[in-house]
């Protein structure tokens, strides 16, 4: 049987650390409760000695989110634990996460201590925490730089003290993944009662290593991964929650290890915490970068076009994406273009397409990214797969102290049918004409007129977007005639409903 690695999510705590980040009461329950929905077992809700904003966000949070463990950070000092059980009260399963620093530095530079004295503070810490709550996680600052003996002197120590789970810290990013790996196993082995308690990982990214370090401990023996969306954190930032969701699911028959993240939720919970903390995604980030699904290559977009799995290790579905994108660039060839003309319609003999790439390649030197209505543009000049409606006749009156009024006059299926209407304007009136004509319940999302040079006699380039059944269909003319323009548009969105 695959074993289950228990999500600890930190983006409200590590994350939320970040300059800039901070998000008020509301949006952090807005985020706790994504990461319910996400399927995290540990929610870290805040530090909540910190500010009386962090001890609000706590409470609030502990009572909306019921289903996974609530958590709040401490020092190992007896204030901050008095303050975050205040804060976890309505918690139905309440999480007190204290600990101190255990590397030579922290100890000497920094608490200005000595071995002997923090093994106490920290028994101390985890037996105060005791009283107010069962689940206690203890953690040893700076883990990474600890040295491996007193690292397990100090964990030996606080399960006897009662802690429930040990979370080894790689605070700075430093631990390269085997010595991670050595780290874990050694107090796997040499450790007394360490299978009392879940060993957990929670490691920062100085050195890109965060992700690697993580599976480093799972694979040795952590059973709970501390991460972040986005792998948002102190520095150079925490590890990814979806890069080792994904390396779980998609390694689960070689690791016989699962979750209870719902995958397909992630992309949506990335895009919230993204834009609540305003903190941009880089667009190579692995699985929820926008380019994580976004082939631009003439050979690989020819090898994803005969078989995705050529160049994609993970269905873009599975995290949330609805597919992947093929970006047509100067380096696309002959079977991107083709397969994004097939999608807007237009089935060209080999002759045909030959003669469209030569004029594709010469705009993609000058643009660095070819779009739908670069290549309608390009397509004028070739006839699109017949569209069943088609306009024959379009009249309106409009001007100042006028009721708009349009009339219409369309081919649909070999019968001409018309209509009339008035609306706000006269593009609004043909619309609503066309509307009764074509009996389409169809929404207008986005309409979209440009100039394609600047005069007064240029010829103006009309977008549509209508969505029907929760499907959207793009629609694109240009004419001289904005308003004839704008209905042939409509219309060529209309047509593409089947
Ligand atoms: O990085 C770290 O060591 C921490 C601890 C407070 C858990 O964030
Ligand atoms: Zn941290």
Redesign the pocket.
């Known amino acids: 049987m695959d074993e289950k690695i228990y999500f600890f999510d930190t983006t409200l705590r ?1 994350g939320e650390q970040v300059p800039g980040c901070q998000l008020n009461t509301v949006e952090k329950i807005q985020v706790a409760q994504t990461l319910d929905s996400l399927g995290v077992d540990i929610i870290e809700a805040g530090f909540p000695i910190s500010s009386p904003g962090d001890f609000n966000s706590v409470v609030e949070i502990s009572k909306v989110v019921t289903r996974p463990t609530i958590c709040a ?1 401490t020092r190992a000092v007896k204030k901050d634990i008095e303050v975050a059980a205040e804060a976890l009260q309505y918690a139905k399963y309440p999480r007190i ?1 204290t ?1 101190i620093g255990t590397s030579y530095y922290h100890i000497h530079y920094k608490l200005n201590s000595n071995p002997e004295d923090i093994i106490k503070r920290a028994v101390e810490a985890v037996k105060f925490a005791k009283k107010f709550v069962e689940d206690v996680e203890f ?1 040893a ?2 883990a990474g730089r600890t040295e491996n003996e007193y690292l397990a002197r100090v964990i030996e120590a606080v399960i006897a003290a009662g802690a429930t789970v040990l ?1 080894i ?1 790689d ?1 700075t990013g430093y631990t390269l993944p085997d010595e991670f790996a050595t780290k874990i196993r050694y107090l796997k082995e040499n450790v007394k009662h360490i299978d009392k308690a879940i060993i957990s990982t ?1 490691c ?1 990214n100085d050195l890109g290593m965060a992700t690697a370090n993580t599976i480093s401990g799972v694979l040795n023996g952590a059973r709970q991964v501390e991460v972040t969306i986005n792998g948002i954190g ?1 520095r150079a930032g925490n590890t990814s929650l979806e890069e080792v969701a994904m390396i779980l699911k998609s390694r689960q028959k070689e690791l016989h290890l699962t979750s209870g993240i719902k995958t397909n939720k992630i992309y949506k919970t990335s895009r919230l915490v993204s834009s609540l903390m305003n903190m941009p995604v880089q667009p190579n980030k692995a699985i929820v970068g926008r380019n994580a699904f976004a082939h631009s290559s003439g050979i690989h977009q020819d090898g994803v076009l005969k078989n995705r799995e050529n160049y994609e290790i993970i269905d873009p579905k599975d995290v949330g994406v609805k597919e992947s994108s093929i970006v047509l660039t100067a380096r696309s060839g002959r079977a991107a273009l083709k397969h994004r003309l097939d999608i807007l319609g237009y089935k060209l003999e080999k002759a045909e397409l030959d003669k469209v790439y030569l004029q594709f390649l010469d705009l993609a030197d000058k643009k660095k990214e070819i779009k739908d209505e670069d290549l309608e543009v390009l397509m004028g000049s070739f006839k699109r797969e017949d569209r069943h409606i088609k306009l024959e006749l379009l009249q309106v009156i409009c001007g100042k102290s006028s009721v708009p009024t349009a009339t219409v006059k369309v081919r649909m299926n070999g019968d001409v049918l018309s209509a009339s209407a008035t609306g706000n304007g006269p593009i609004d009136a043909a619309f609503t004409a066309v509307k009764h004509l074509t009996k389409r319940k169809v929404h207008l999302e986005e309409f979209l007129i440009q100039a394609i040079t600047q005069g007064s006699d240029d010829l103006g380039k009309v977008h549509v977007q209508v969505k029907n059944r929760d499907k959207l269909y793009y629609g694109f003319s240009a004419n001289t005639d904005i308003i004839t323009a704008s209905v042939e548009a409509f219309l060529d969105a209309l047509s593409k409903i089947v």
């Open positions: 590590d950070l996460h600990g953690y600052e700076d979370n810290p605070t929670h920062h102190e």
